[in-house]
């Protein structure tokens, strides 16, 4: 296929958003989960993703499903004990971030674990099924990045990879701060599966990736990129729900959706943002068009305004835990 420098945009901007309405027209067993993986694959270098990182990454989802699964209905009736299986959980992605922040297994571990925990104790979905449905939407997800690269290879890359400060590595953080921090996330988990806000996985992901890093200063600075990223895509996001709104037909969303998306991948590269950045506004994106196409009348934009206070909340608490357990040094 042709190489042209507009491919990289291409890629990101359209696939995605072309699996998205796929999967909404021919049904998934798990919405979201491949667009947004899908987006993540695209947006992680500007070369198609390692087999083998995809293959991992399906098994380690699979995989931590499966047990949380089986612990959940065993210890169904003694929620104390599930939690603080779960806490434990928590605690080692934290000991694995302290030494990596990039840790690929620690963050997929928190993203499954809340997902399902919410699933069973908050929505009461039977989750024996997840285990698949995860490992299958993941080569979902893998299947239409490589697609996307061999339709349109190579092109100017995004963003720009690393902050490049070269900023001295933070301290080794001590037991006690990688024990509040995953009792931090461990309890906004908790309160939002007991009062049931429609938002709860995405907090408590959000809340325990801002508190991950043994840097402080890139927490703060995940927790805002984090919101204003969730604010670009929801503008851009809102002729999609517009149109729902207005009850057009789904080509005719997927048309604004694609479109829309061009332009802000455009604004994006303009701006010189980060991979880490783009990555961001498309898997907020995805998210935003999706509730657009799910929920109708001005239901749709009132969960995306509901999903953006939500992030914002939890960049607050994220930052608040930082604040608490690593003060500005003097």
Known sequence: MLRRPQNALIR???FPVLLLFWQYVFGTDLPLLAPAMCAVFLTTTHEPPPLLMVILMGIVLAATAWVQGVLSIMLADYSLVYYSALFGVFFWCMYRTSENPQDLLAILLIVSTAMVAVFAKQKGIDVSSIPY???????????VAYLAYFLFPGGEPLGEIGSGTGAPAPPQEQVWQLLVKALAVMFTLIVAIETNMEQATIITVVVALIIKDPDPQVGHQYGIRRALTTYGS???ALPALGLSLLEASTFAILGFALVFSLFMGIHAIKKKASYNAVQLLYTSYVVLVYYGLTTYGFGAINEDLVRFGSILLAALLGVMVLVIIQPKRG
């Open 234 to 236: 929801l503008i851009y």
């Open 133 to 143: 449905a995860l490992i299958k939407n993941i080569f979902i997800a893998g299947f």
């Open 12 to 14: 990101v901007a359209a």
